[in-house]
């Protein structure tokens, strides 16, 4: 079945460094792919997506490209912010249709210390 | 946007007793809503797909008939946790589709449940 694997966590990070999460997927098909966040006491925002090979998902200055040959999704920021402390989940969907299911990673646990 | 909205926020119950949990679009019609359940520090398990006016459908491994779920119009769904245990204990989420985008799901801020 599908899955979605993202590196161990938590990441702790200096204001202003530079960000990269892993994200790694197996699923047949061409499945979408997403980067959700989850910040302190609310629910999961959708970050950015991407829906095909080699598009390139961008949102508040994060970035994630679709590779399909290293079935990759790999979320990057240059330089973060105090207020980017969040979880973060890496997902992808069967895009079968109203009822695509949404398969999530493990999360991963981003500080950033002024 | 599209917003989802879920009520309680959090709730506290007694082993036995039966909960409730709401999830409603504001903003939008939705003909497929989606249930999770998050555990401590750990991913997004889905429990279920709702559809307006259908049964819903089951992951397996869920127990149909502990979490019933109902989705009789389309701005609600309701789970119903049954007979709670302190083992149901865990934060419930639930998700819907704004169409036409089928494949991006609006989430709602979940809803913690404690059973004593």
């Known amino acids: 079945g599908d899955s979605v694997t993202q590196m161990e966590g938590p990441v702790t990070l200096s204001e202003e460094a530079f960000l990269t999460i892993n994200c790694t997927y197996t699923?047949?098909?061409?499945?979408?792919l997403f980067w959700y966040v989850q910040y302190p006491g609310e629910g999961l925002q959708l970050l950015l997506k991407?829906?095909?090979?080699?598009d390139k998902g961008s949102n508040k200055g994060f970035e994630a490209t679709y590779r399909k040959e290293t079935t990759s999704f790999h979320l990057e920021k240059g330089s973060v912010q105090v207020s980017d402390s969040a979880v973060y989940f890496c997902a992808l969907s069967g895009n079968t249709g109203a009822n695509s299911k949404l398969t999530f990673g493990k999360g991963i646990t981003l500080s950033v210390r002024p | 946007g599209a917003v989802v909205s879920q009520h309680p926020s959090w709730v506290i119950c007694k082993s036995g007793t039966s909960v409730k949990i709401e999830c409603r679009s504001l903003?939008?019609?939705?003909?497929?809503m989606f249930w999770y359940r998050q555990f401590p520090k750990q991913s997004l398990m889905l429990m279920a797909t709702?559809?307006?006016?259908?049964?819903?459908?089951?992951e397996q491994g869920v127990e149909k008939d502990k979490f019933l779920i109902n989705h009789a119009s389309l701005t609600l769904s309701t789970l119903t946790v049954t007979s709670a245990h302190p083992e149901d204990s865990s934060f419930y989420i639930c998700s819907a589709i704004l169409l036409p985008a089928l494949d991006t799901q609006y989430f709602g801020p979940g809803t913690r449940l404690t059973v004593l």
């Open positions: 991407a829906t095909k090979a080699d």
């Open positions: 699923a047949t098909g061409y499945p979408s």
């Open positions: 903003d939008f019609q939705a003909t497929t």
């Open positions: 709702s559809n307006e006016g259908s049964k819903a459908t089951y």
